[in-house]
């Protein structure tokens, strides 16, 4: 043993072991500290916490990202099935009765706020997908609903409606 590099039991650290011991004083003892409890380290090592995740190391572990871009901050959370839903009505609704075809004027803009708002990171961006559908019904009915105006004007500029 000699020699060699041992581990003290207690305090776990790692030093040559060698023969050379000088003899004890009493100021040696007055200065040495009484060793734990075996009951004591127990205790203590039940009652650690996990280590905390280090804030600055991030950027490699998606998960790691993830749980950081959650806690961070607060984002608004998003409208994309109300959104898609007034496409379809803005759509569908104005052959059905006429007032319902603004729903897809709202859809139009709430959806053009609504990506704006996730682009920048404002807003949750899972709901893209459905917003951007929203969005893009809105246009369609909107372009529907000025054709049609357009339609009855000329119908009722050239007489054919009376």
């Known amino acids: 043993m000699i020699g060699t590099q041992v581990r003290c039991p207690n305090c776990q650290t790692i030093f040559l072991a060698s023969n050379s011991e000088r003899p004890r004083t009493e100021v040696d003892d007055a200065f040495r500290e009484p060793a734990p409890s075996p009951f004591e380290s127990r205790e203590r090592s039940s009652r650690r916490l996990p280590p905390r995740p280090v804030l600055h190391d991030f950027e490699d572990d998606v998960e790691d990202e993830r749980f950081f871009e959650r806690r961070r901050s607060y984002k608004a959370p998003h409208r994309g099935g109300m ?59 909107t372009l529907l609903i000025i054709a049609g105006v357009v339609a009855c004007m000329v119908l009722v500029g050239t007489g054919a409606l009376k």
Do not use: N, Y
């Open 83 to 141: 959104i898609l839903t007034f496409g379809i009505i803005g759509i569908v609704g104005p052959w059905l009765c006429t007032p319902l075809c603004f729903f897809s004027i709202a859809a139009w803009i709430m959806g053009h706020i609504d990506l704006k708002e996730i682009k920048e990171g404002r807003m949750d961006p899972q709901g893209e997908g459905l917003t951007r559908a929203g969005w893009v019904l809105g246009i369609i009915g």
